[in-house]
């Protein structure tokens, strides 16, 4: 039934860049078997997802929505497509994405834009609009994503679905392929919270392949979901961060916003105001982190390890042919970023940028735990306004970076956070998100409040 649901839409929504049929139905046919057999322990078996396209796959290309690794196949399975297919889970194909997670509307694609299912002339948020279109539209059930500074939870919110990302090093990033590596987490997609923590229960947990994956239980997240769902949060106290809303928000935006609070109150939590002084410095510092990370992570494509490799014709050096294909193999955002962080990481110029940064990071951290000593959790909205026209933010850089404000620090300090469906605008009638932030490790805290809260 999915794979005639993406014949029929995809072609105008167009959140896949690969499917799988055949791989499909073989993975369907395999999980009945086992549960006839009785062996299918996962709750998960045989139902299908769509995984966005920066997770390896031995059996799929892997593109990052970029040129560069056009036709590209892995030799191995991320630790993430390990365990979902260990539960039986079946993968229908690839989503599309802002060329190597770069991105917050998904029209830094080199294979052409996504549409949002709720306005086909909008975008579906990014950089992963392909798994949260393909869940908006009923072409998967399930879906997984990556998160460096908002990239789950941004496209969840504008496409009324679930977007989870988990506690830093809660879930491998073996086989991500790496933007920022000491921000990004892959994560759970669903149209419900439940969905959505019964598949963070298969891909989360240790994996010694990643170094800064955590050995420690995973959260009870299923637990905490059906606990919350009884709709019960006295005792629950919640913190709403004050830096958050005001100007740059859509007034519809605000509205929804003011009405979840209510909505926790009248459910028993006892709500309050918490500053968080720093927040407001949190995207110029990830502006500084993210990109010098992805300076250094994407000198791997170097023409000769691997994809694309353009002008080996016997006349050229090496270094000629390197930098033919980086030309040719990029888009001008992942240009920009390499460059933005090549001189953030210079010498002269490193302490009083990259440096900087990272101590904004650790105060980031700080607001978040003194936050935490007064809380259980922090809300805001997820975004400071709904999906956007196609078009609209691809020749302004900051007004596209802005769509991520009140997403990032959860990334830089590492924390758990997820966007809920928070009703629809009164405004313009799109999807409007709810963001939830837990300490870390407190990952079942956002699946208890975002039960009772959907
Ligand atoms: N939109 C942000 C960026 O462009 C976040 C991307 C992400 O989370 N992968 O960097």
Not at 95 to 111: K, P, Q, R, V
């Amino acid at each position: 039934a999915h794979l005639d649901r993406i014949a029929a839409v995809d072609p105008e929504v167009h959140a896949f860049l690969h499917v799988d049929a055949d791989g499909a139905v073989e993975a369907a046919r395999g999980a009945d078997e086992a549960r006839s057999a009785g062996g299918a322990a996962s709750p998960l078996a045989g139902v299908p997802l769509a995984l966005k396209d920066v997770l390896t796959t031995s059996d799929m290309p892997t593109t990052c929505g970029s040129k560069m690794l056009e036709d590209w196949t892995s030799p191995y399975d991320s630790t993430v497509v390990q365990r979902l297919r260990a539960a039986g889970v079946v993968v229908l194909g690839k989503t599309n994405m802002d060329e190597f997670a770069m991105g917050s509307s998904t029209e830094n694609s080199a294979y052409g834009p996504t549409r949002n299912p709720w306005d086909t002339d909008r975008v579906p948020g990014g950089s992963g609009g392909g798994s949260s279109a393909a869940l908006a539209a009923f072409e998967a059930p399930l879906a997984i994503g990556t998160d460096t500074g908002g990239s789950i939870r941004q496209p969840a919110a504008v496409t009324g679905t679930v977007g989870v990302k988990p506690t830093y090093g809660g879930v491998s990033r073996h086989g991500l392929v790496a933007f920022s590596s000491s921000l990004d987490q892959a994560g759970p997609c669903g149209r419900t919270v439940l969905d959505a923590a019964l598949l963070h229960e298969v891909i989360a947990g240790h994996d010694p392949m990643d170094a800064t994956s955590i050995d420690a239980p995973v959260p009870r997240v299923t637990a905490a979901a059906r606990e919350g769902a009884a709709g019960d949060l006295r005792g629950v106290r919640v913190g709403v961060v004050r830096e958050f809303g005001g100007q740059g928000y859509q007034e519809g935006v605000q509205q929804s916003f003011r009405a979840a609070v209510d909505q926790l109150t009248e459910l028993g939590a006892e709500v309050v105001e918490v500053s968080c002084p720093h927040f407001e410095h949190a995207l110029s510092a990830y502006y500084l982190i993210a990109p010098s990370e992805c300076s250094s992570n994407l000198a791997r494509f170097d023409a000769m390890r691997y994809g694309l490799r353009v002008g080996d014709d016997g006349s050229r050096s090496t270094e000629e042919v390197m930098s033919l294909t980086r030309e040719a193999g990029f888009g001008p955002e992942v240009k920009r970023r390499i460059m933005l962080g090549t001189y953030a990481l210079s010498a002269g110029y490193y302490e009083a940028y990259y440096g900087q940064a990272q101590k904004v990071r650790t105060l980031v951290t700080r607001d978040f735990a003194a936050a935490f000593e007064q809380v259980d959790v922090l809300v805001s909205p997820t975004t400071p306004t709904t999906a956007f026209r196609i078009g609209e933010r691809v020749e302004d850089p900051m007004a596209m970076y802005l769509a991520d404000l009140c997403t990032i620090p959860s990334n830089l300090a590492g924390n758990a956070s997820m966007s809920v469906p928070s009703g629809l605008s009164a405004e313009d009638g799109l999807p409007v998100g709810l963001q939830i932030m837990a300490p870390p490790m407190a990952d079942d805290r956002l699946y208890r409040i975002g039960a009772a809260y959907e």
